[in-house]
């Protein structure tokens, strides 16, 4: 009886230990999870020693990761090699009429818009479509970001988003792991913080060299710095757009953008200070707005400032009588002398008509007497 509990007992841990062990095994893409259909496919193109020489000279590896493959959301999707290479359909496959891994690469991208047409339109009116219709080849099309046989959600995760951009812009890449948004994204996974499409768009992205994007530009910041919600969770303040958009350099961005967007105008937008890709914290000392480094960034425009000049800019704060005390009491006594003024006149103005129209009704009444 009691040899039966022993192996009772034996057989309920092996259970747990199974139905504990499933979700690390179910992880794993498995040969099963290609198509039926792809499986010929993979009978040649699973070989790591398959290439194809083209006429450029190029000698094109043509061995597909089966892992990578099984792990794609196409493959996920039931998608198989033939929706896309929708001309191979036997064996021997048609001469290819390609001349360059690149050429290949431009005509085959176009099968995207069978299933994915939206996205494929907004990106004919990017920098980067219009830089292929001028005819740099090496301008990013759909599978340089997506991939080809590996396609994975492009968010998950969120750090694959700036990888992928890296491909083509390393050095803006490099920068930006440094910034205070990169560093939080790559070494934390901050949600919060923005990665390369926040700013420049999806699939639609728009040249950031533009008068139009340069004068836009504090929007864009303003999406995150002027979310209380989100700011609050940093401590930091939202009045850095308010204030921004009130001070002479704001007013008069604000002014060019909702008049004459076409024209140039030398008043800085808030990555001229802060920095492009390389933005730090305003607490980092290689910050580009920290105090020691404030005047060299005004400087950029004002080649005369001296250590003082800073000084005339109240930052991001809003006066009060704790922080610039006099500006805070200038502020209040305008704020009150010019209501007062305008009451003042308006009340004068109304007096005056008062006094107007009962003259004239008096001078009525003493000539209806005569």
């Known amino acids: 009886m009691k040899q039966y509990w022993k192996w009772l007992v034996m057989a309920g841990l092996l259970l747990v230990l199974l139905v504990a062990a499933e979700p690390a095994f179910a992880a794993e893409p498995s040969q099963d999870a290609i198509p039926a259909a792809d499986d010929a496919c993979l009978t040649c193109h699973g070989d790591p020693a398959l290439t194809y020489r083209l006429p450029s000279g190029e000698v094109w590896g043509l061995t597909i990761d089966s892992k990578a493959h099984a792990a794609s959301i ?5 998608i198989t ?19 360059s891994i690149r050429s290949y690469q431009l005509q085959q991208y176009q099968t995207c818009k069978q299933c994915h047409n939206d996205q494929y339109q907004r990106s004919l009116d990017s920098v980067h479509a219009r830089s292929l ?14 991939g080809a046989h590996n396609t994975t ?35 934390q996974s901050n949600p919060d913080v923005p990665t390369c499409i926040d700013c420049h768009g999806v699939h639609n992205q728009e040249d950031p060299r533009t008068t139009q994007f340069r004068l836009d530009s504090p929007n864009l910041c303003a999406r995150c710095h002027a979310d209380k919600a989100m700011m609050g ?7 850095v757009f308010n204030t921004y958009v009130a001070d002479f350099h704001g007013t008069t961005v604000t002014l060019f ?18 920095g492009v890709h390389d933005m730090k914290s305003t607490k980092d000392p290689n910050s580009h707005v920290v105090q020691q480094n404030l005047v060299k960034t005004c400087q950029k425009c004002h080649p005369e400032a ?56 008096g001078r009525n009444h003493h000539e209806e007497r005569v």
């Open 81 to 99: 090699c033939t929706a896309c290479h929708t001309v191979i359909s036997e064996y021997p496959h048609p001469k290819l009429a390609a001349t």
């Open 153 to 187: 959600p492009p968010n998950q995760p969120r750090t694959a988003i700036p990888k992928a951009c890296s491909k083509c812009h390393s050095a803006i890449y490099t920068e930006y792991s440094g910034s205070v948004h990169g560093a939080a994204l790559t070494e």
């Open 74 to 78: 196409h493959t996920a999707k039931g």
């Open 233 to 239: 969770k940093y401590s930091i303040s939202t009045q």
């Open 257 to 274: 953008e909702r008049t004459s967007p076409d024209l140039p105008t030398n008043k800085p937008v808030c990555y001229d200070c802060h």
């Open 306 to 361: 001296d250590i003082k000049f800073p000084t005339s800019w109240l930052s991001h704060y809003e006066p009060n009588f704790q922080k610039y005390p006099l500006v805070f009491l200038v502020n209040l006594f305008y704020t009150i002398l010019i209501p007062l003024v305008l009451g003042f006149m308006v009340l004068f103005v109304l007096l005056d008509i008062f006094g107007l129209l009962r003259r004239g009704r």
């Open 133 to 146: 219709a001028a005819g740099n080849t090496a301008s990013a099309i759909c599978t340089d970001c997506h």
